[in-house]
């Protein structure tokens, strides 16, 4: 499971921002909707860490996997309001260890993400990207804002920005 590979499980909003912006059709394994957790070992019934029975309502959810089911039904409510995304391609713009800033395309139609697991924040400025303006459309703990032409990430935060 994804929240079970990560050492730092603030970092599991980017690993679903990833999947959820690039090109393809994104797979979902059952539970990691809601931040289940597990680690599948080489044994006898090794998979049953991964394979929890499931409850409605769901049963010993915290917070935190409410919130990871929240971002689920917002990233894929943006994929079906960008149906491009499943034919795009997506192309680095800005990498170091701890931060990337990528942009998906499909012809006309491009996302700009940003994403920054440092402890400092991370500046964009989309002109110096070739991006031009843009607007939010997500982001960790940032409301949707109109136009901007740059933007400042928080440490562990990321950001979608749409070209106006």
């Known amino acids: 499971r994804i929240a079970s590979q990560l050492e730092n499980t603030r970092h599991l909003e980017h690993a679903l921002v990833i999947l959820f912006t690039t090109g393809g059709t994104p797979s979902v394994y059952a539970g990691d909707e809601s931040a289940y957790r597990g680690i599948k070992e080489e044994r006898f019934g090794g998979d049953d860490a991964v394979r929890p029975e499931f409850t409605a309502p769901l049963m010993g959810v915290d917070e935190q996997g409410h919130d990871v089911f929240r971002l689920h039904q917002y990233l894929i409510g943006l994929r079906r309001r960008h149906p491009w995304l499943h ?11 701890t931060q990337y800033v990528y942009e998906t395309r499909s012809d006309s139609d491009a996302l700009l993400i940003a994403l920054n697991v440092d402890d400092a924040p991370l500046s964009v400025s989309l002109a110096e990207l070739g991006f031009g303006q843009g607007q939010v459309v997500a982001g960790s703990g940032a409301p949707p804002q109109s136009v901007v032409g740059a933007a ?3 440490p562990h935060g990321w950001l979608i920005i749409a070209p106006s």
């Open 87 to 97: 034919a795009a391609r997506t192309s680095p713009r800005s990498l170091t260890n």
């Open 152 to 154: 400042e990430i928080p």
